[in-house]
């Protein structure tokens, strides 16, 4: 398992690179690769697929600010790494009496 993530430096999202980057070490015990990337860019990348993203044109990052939550970034690898669907989001309920 090899994470890459593609950051915007001018941005401000250097440090979120990094924090990012400890957890999915933590979390999956993967190799992370972090690395400078396009102007308002924030991608993560698994495998060599792209996995979460700040998304959009050139044009339309200008006016988005800011890179997704860390939370929807994990919960979106997650999702991309579940074995069945549902593994990493749903909470399988009592059977009713």
């Known amino acids: 398992m090899k994470f890459e993530i593609f950051y915007c430096r001018p941005c401000g999202y250097a440090g979120r690179a990094d924090d990012l980057a400890t957890e999915l070490r933590e979390r999956f015990g993967a190799e992370v690769a972090v690395e400078e990337g396009k102007f308002g860019q924030f991608d993560v990348l698994l495998d ?28 979106a690898i997650e999702r991309h790494t579940a074995v069945e669907p549902g593994d990493a989001c749903e909470i399988p309920r009592p059977e009713e009496a």
């Open 48 to 75: 060599g697929e792209v996995v979460a993203t700040k998304g959009l044109t050139f044009w339309r990052r200008m006016l988005a600010h800011g890179a997704p939550p860390q939370s929807e970034i994990l919960a």
